[in-house]
């Protein structure tokens, strides 16, 4: 069973960076697609960015520039590097796999930006 653990979340001052961590286990890491959703209170989960199982990367307009997704196969994990926060970017930010039309999903991790 794939299991998904995202760390790195926590309190960043506006225009501060952060690094998001998502630890895969459970099955063949480089088989599967990967990405980065967040929700913020209210508001519907949106994709962040997404990195293919080859490597391939795909980041929304919001953070292009800002953020980048990266994978280490590894070491099982997938990043998201944040640079220049803004206090829009605060919400749950959760890891998912995807192989086969299969969704997997990570418990989520806060990222409050705020001074």
């Known amino acids: 069973q794939v299991q998904l653990v995202e760390s790195g979340g926590g309190l960043v001052q506006p225009g501060g960076s952060r690094r998001l961590s998502c630890a895969f286990s459970?099955?063949?890491?480089?088989?599967?697609?990967m990405g980065w959703y967040r929700q913020a209170p209210g508001k519907q989960r949106e994709l962040v960015a997404a990195?293919?199982?080859?490597?391939?990367?795909n980041h929304a307009d919001s953070v292009k520039g800002r953020f980048t997704i990266s994978r280490d196969y590894a070491k099982n994990t997938v990043y998201l590097q944040m640079n220049s926060l803004k206090p829009e970017d605060t919400a749950v930010y959760y890891c998912?796999?995807?192989?086969?039309?299969?969704?997997?999903w990570g418990q989520g991790t806060q990222v409050t930006v705020s001074s």
């Open positions: 998912k796999a995807n192989v086969l039309q299969q969704d997997y």
């Open positions: 459970g099955s063949i890491f480089r088989f599967f697609n």
């Open positions: 990195i293919t199982a080859g490597g391939s990367t």
